[in-house]
């Protein structure tokens, strides 16, 4: 994928839906959107392993807000794609629409 690496579906997914809510989104957000917007459930479990997957390659940044009492005293991570991270979406898109060109009447026949 030229300059960002290659990119799985689920983390592509993820980072489209991170750049939809905006910054501070958190992971409870993130599986909340997914499930509304693509119909896709996720454990928690998968959905940190991706975050942390796609953080460990520059794509995403999180930090962490002040611990509150409505979180137990537990401080809430939030995430943001990275300049990476966009670079590596915009080249999937044009792998992706390069590999569709042709083929809308075919799978449309299905």
Do not use: C, N
Not at 24 to 41: F, I, N, T
Not at 100 to 105: D, P, R
């Amino acid at each position: 994928m030229g300059r960002s690496g290659s990119i799985g579906e689920l983390e592509q997914v993820v980072l489209l839906v991170l750049m939809q809510l905006g910054a501070e989104a958190s992971a409870r957000d993130v599986r909340l959107e997914l499930e509304r917007s693509a119909g896709r459930k996720i454990s928690r479990g998968a959905l940190y392993r991706t975050l942390d997957r796609l953080g460990a390659k520059g794509l995403l940044q999180w930090q962490l807000l002040e611990p509150t009492a409505e979180r137990g005293g537990h401080p809430r991570r939030t995430f943001e794609v990275t300049t990476a991270g966009q670079a590596a979406l915009s080249d999937s898109r044009t792998i992706l629409l390069r590999l569709w060109s042709g083929l809308e009447s075919t799978l449309e026949e299905q």
